[in-house]
């Protein structure tokens, strides 16, 4: 799963290099060359031209109340003040009580919030 | 025996502490914020009526001007008794509860009681609030089925939004009547 260059990776960045001017002339020629002229090549069922305009701005104003979505999704997400969501979870309170062993490094594990708020302020004794 | 103390809100707004020990175990503790500006009641009223009058002036309709008239009293009046606090006290009585007291400018007082069975303990937590990271003071309620569990949060102080210096001294107050109950304990 490295980033390293292989000839698969080449070959298909290529291909996407090809495609994408493709479509870019593409696109430049429904926009620009009269519909007239298109007849008269016999593409008549191409979308209408309101669209080589339209799509663009949907798609940047999509952009840009993406941005205003997001902002607005964090904030739904965040946990209200009185949200038992904001001292415990799931795994704290399923964790088992790891027994204290004399000069071994304490385990790892969820310390309950009396405990911290007691070390914190009140004054050591 | 009562003490003030001045403190800032997490805002900069600022707030004072008053302490009062009825007796060994009950401890009275408000918090109480500015009260409403002459300046800031001014700023709205005038800009409410500077919108009217410029609507007036475009659409030569005179009901423009007794609606914001009456939208500003009632605005007024509305803010006065449903949102702005004065004063949010806390009153801890060792062996019966805690009640909490919001009394909001116009008089109106809002109590709760939640019974000392009910408190697992009084802590500072901190979580995001808005775009922020506050601490704040809140009560544990206890579990009724799981003794180390928490079944609600119920926040403390929520308008007036003290720093954690004034936190840590109602913390104190608090635990010191708290921790009574665990030396002399009652049956319940």
């Given at each position: 799963n490295s980033p390293a260059p292989l000839p698969e990776r080449a070959i298909y960045g290529f291909a996407l290099f090809l495609g994408s001017w493709f479509g870019f002339i593409l696109y430049l020629i429904w926009a620009y ?13 191409w979308p209408?031209?309101?669209w080589a305009?339209?799509l663009p701005v949907y798609l940047l104003v999509a952009v840009g109340i993406g941005y205003?979505l997001l902002?607005?999704i964090n ?51 | ?188």
């Amino acid at each position: 799963n490295s980033p390293a260059p292989l000839p698969e990776r080449a070959i298909y960045g290529f291909a996407l290099f090809l495609g994408s001017w493709f479509g870019f002339i593409l696109y430049l020629i429904w926009a620009y060359i009269p519909e007239t002229w298109l007849f008269s090549l016999g593409l008549t069922y191409w979308p209408q031209k309101y669209w080589a305009v339209a799509l663009p701005v949907y798609l940047l104003v999509a952009v840009g109340i993406g941005y205003i979505l997001l902002f607005g999704i964090n904030m739904m997400s965040t946990a209200p003040l009185n949200s038992t969501h904001t001292i415990t979870d799931n795994y704290a309170k399923k964790q088992q009580q790891k027994k204290f062993q004399e000069e071994a490094i304490p385990a790892l594990q969820d310390i309950p919030i009396s405990e911290v708020n007691r070390m914190f302020f009140l004054p050591e004794k | 025996m009562a003490e003030e103390r001045r403190f800032r809100s997490a805002s900069g707004a600022p707030i004072a502490l008053r302490r009062r020990q009825h007796s060994a175990s009950c401890r009275e503790l408000a918090v109480r914020g500015p009260r409403l500006q002459l300046r800031s009641l001014s700023a709205a009223t005038s800009a409410v009526w500077l919108a009217a009058y410029g609507l007036f002036a475009l659409s030569e309709n005179s009901v423009v001007l007794s609606a914001a008239i009456f939208i500003s009293l009632i605005g007024l009046i509305i803010y006065l008794h449903f949102i702005k606090i004065d004063q949010e006290s806390l009153l801890v009585i060792g062996s019966l509860g805690i009640q909490v007291t919001s009394s909001y400018a116009s008089g109106k007082e809002s109590t709760t009681f939640i019974e000392m069975g009910r408190v697992k303990d009084v802590v500072i937590n901190e979580a995001i609030h808005m775009q922020k990271v506050i601490y704040y003071l809140c009560i544990l309620l206890q579990d009724p089925e799981d003794p180390q569990g928490v079944s609600e949060v119920v926040p403390l102080f929520q308008s007036s939004k003290p720093r954690l210096d004034c936190l840590i001294e109602v913390y104190k107050s608090c635990q010191e009547i708290l921790e009574q109950r665990k030396t002399a304990p009652q049956s319940s």
